[in-house]
């Protein structure tokens, strides 16, 4: 008997995949989560949202791998300059890549606050990204990136504005 090839399962695995509501309804609780720890900067409780080996790009690049390394450097930049930050999470879209697997795209309104080397950073919108997957049940975050939206090159997407 022969299988599919190897298009028919390229096709297949690049194929949007449905979530079901609840599932959806899940991955939007997961947020609300995140948003809450970051909220009431109880940066302990942030693990309980990542694998064990999840990774995060932050918004200069830094790149931190496993969750014990994700949750430090949370905690190390919630004790300066996100000491009293707050986020607010808004239009998320959540794509199915698998039966256990997902993307979640978010906006991210971030009050305002001074960087370490002492930029004076307001009104900043950033794009986050997770990569879910899920386990035993619970939504996970395995990979997080952040990026902050530039409103100067916005008019200049060619998606939006051809």
Known sequence: MKGPDSQTLLASALSPRTISREEV??????????????????LSELGTLFTEDAEWVNVVGMWWRGRADVVKAHEVFH????????????GMEIRGIAPDVAIATLTVEVDDYVTPDGREMNGVVDRLTFVLVKIGGEWLIASGHNTTVDPLAQP?????HP
């Open 25 to 42: 309804a899940k991955i939007e609780r997961m947020v609300q989560s995140y948003e809450g720890i970051w909220n009431n900067h109880r």
């Open 79 to 90: 004790a300066t300059m996100f000491r009293e930050v707050n986020i607010r999470c808004s």
């Open 156 to 160: 200049h997407n060619p998606i939006d």
